[in-house]
């Protein structure tokens, strides 16, 4: 089973910037959703980005306007660039692939953890105030 493999976390002061990169297998790349999840401690995984194999994205509220998910086909990669950080960001970040094709990029059930099944080991962020 490929499981995909994160990096670039650290820790960064507000306001600061990080950019995360999730590498995975070039088939589990061109066929599904793709996206990134935090979970903050004590607390439930959640939903930041996902992005479909047109490259149609959709962030939580949280994040908007503030992170950028994208991906690099050539490399089998995805990017989120992390701008304007807040310590409310703090969390471990993690990436995930093979949600169901049929789902819509564009519904909150995309954003929904639950929808994927192959999960990296996950990279920490960390923002000081």
């Known amino acids: 089973q490929v499981q995909p493999v994160e990096s670039g976390g650290g820790s960064v002061q507000a306001g600061g910037s990080l950019r995360l990169s999730c590498a995975t297998s070039?088939?589990?790349?061109?066929?599904?959703?793709m996206g990134w999840f935090r979970q903050f401690p004590g607390k439930e995984r959640e939903g930041v980005a996902v992005?479909?194999?047109?490259?149609?994205?959709n962030y939580a509220d949280a994040v908007k306007g503030r992170f950028t998910l994208s991906r690099d086909n050539a490399k089998n990669t995805l990017y989120l660039q992390m701008n304007s950080l807040k310590s409310d960001d703090t969390a471990m970040y993690y990436c995930?692939?093979?949600?169901?094709?049929?789902?819509?990029?564009?519904?909150?059930?995309?954003?929904?953890?639950?929808?994927?099944?192959?999960w990296g080991q996950g990279t920490q962020v960390t923002v000081s105030s």
């Open positions: 995930a692939t093979n949600a169901p094709s049929t789902l819509d990029v564009g519904s909150a059930l995309a954003l929904d953890p639950a929808q994927f099944n192959h």
């Open positions: 992005i479909d194999s047109d490259g149609s994205t």
């Open positions: 070039g088939y589990m790349y061109a066929y599904y959703l």
